[in-house]
C-alpha cells in the first residue's frame, strides 16, 4: 500500500526563522516528488520537481531534498515570511504510474 | 501563457441533478488529470485522460461518475444524481508529458450538495 506522510500536520513559527517540512512514503520505488503550497480555498501551486536521479532542487528561498533510501523529502523554507503561510503538500508518483500520491499537507503559520 | 483554467469555481447542485465540471489544461497540454478533495482529507486521483481517451480511471467511482476529453473543447468530469458524499473540491491538472513534466493544477471547483 503507498502511502506518504506529512509531519507535523501544523506548524507556526515566527517571521524570519528557516523551517523544514518533512515527507515519508513507505515504497521506495519513486519516479519523481513534486512539493505544492495550497492557499485556502484556492488551488495548488508547484513549487519544486525532484526526478529519482536528483538529490535535491532549489528555488529561491526554498529548497527540496530526496533520499530514496531512506524514503523521505524535505522542504527547507529560509528565512519565513507571512506571505508562506499555506499548506505544503508533498506527492509522489510511482515510475509507471500515471497520477500523483498525495500526503495530507503540513499547514504553515508564519507570525509576523 | 493562461494556466489550467477550471469553471465553474463554485456549483451548487441538489441531491439528485447532474454535476458539470470543465477543465482547460495549459496550451500545449494534451494530458490531463482529475483529483479530488475531500473536506480535511488529501487529494485522491480520479482518472487520467489524453485526447479522445481514458488513460486511467483507477480512482473513478464505479457509478455516477465519467469523465471525457474531446478532440476539441475542454475536458469534463460529470457526476450523475449527486449525493452529499460528492461534495469535495475538484481538481484537474495538466502536463506536457506523462511522465518527466510537471503537473499543473487549476483553481478547482468547489461542489456543495444540498
Known amino acids: 500500500k503507498q502511502e506518504v506522510t506529512q509531519i507535523p500536520a501544523a506548524l507556526s513559527v515566527p517571521e524570519g526563522e528557516n523551517l523544514v517540512l518533512n515527507c515519508s512514503f513507505t515504497d521506495s520505488a519513486i519516479y519523481n516528488l513534486q512539493w505544492f503550497r495550497q492557499d485556502p480555498g484556492k488551488g495548488l501551486t508547484s513549487l519544486l520537481l525532484?526526478?529519482?536521479?536528483?538529490r535535491e532542487q532549489t528555488s529561491g528561498r526554498l529548497n527540496a531534498s530526496l533520499d530514496k533510501s531512506s524514503g523521505r523529502s524535505t522542504l527547507y523554507i529560509a528565512a519565513s515570511q507571512p506571505g508562506d503561510s499555506a499548506t505544503y503538500l508533498c506527492a509522489r508518483r510511482e515510475a509507471g504510474a500515471n497520477n500523483l500520491f498525495f500526503g495530507t499537507g503540513t499547514r504553515l503559520t508564519v507570525i509576523p | 501563457n493562461a494556466g489550467v483554467m477550471q469553471n465553474p469555481r463554485h456549483l451548487v447542485r441538489r441531491r439528485g441533478q447532474e454535476a458539470r465540471l470543465r477543465c482547460s489544461p495549459m496550451?500545449?497540454?494534451?494530458?490531463v488529470y482529475w483529483y479530488r478533495q475531500l473536506p480535511e482529507e488529501g487529494l485522491k486521483f480520479m482518472v487520467y485522460?489524453?485526447?479522445?481517451?481514458?488513460?486511467?480511471e483507477s480512482g473513478m467511482p464505479k457509478e455516477r461518475f465519467s469523465a471525457e476529453f474531446p478532440k476539441e473543447g475542454p475536458s469534463i468530469l460529470r457526476i450523475q444524481q449527486v449525493v452529499r458524499g460528492d461534495s469535495a473540491a475538484y481538481f484537474c491538472?495538466?502536463?506536457?508529458?506523462?511522465?518527466?513534466?510537471?503537473?499543473?493544477f487549476g483553481p478547482g471547483t468547489r461542489l456543495t450538495v444540498t
Open positions: 485522460l489524453q485526447k479522445e481517451n481514458i488513460i486511467d
Open positions: 525532484i526526478q529519482s536521479s536528483q
Open positions: 491538472a495538466s502536463s506536457l508529458q506523462v511522465n518527466l513534466y510537471e503537473q499543473y
Open positions: 496550451k500545449g497540454h494534451s494530458h
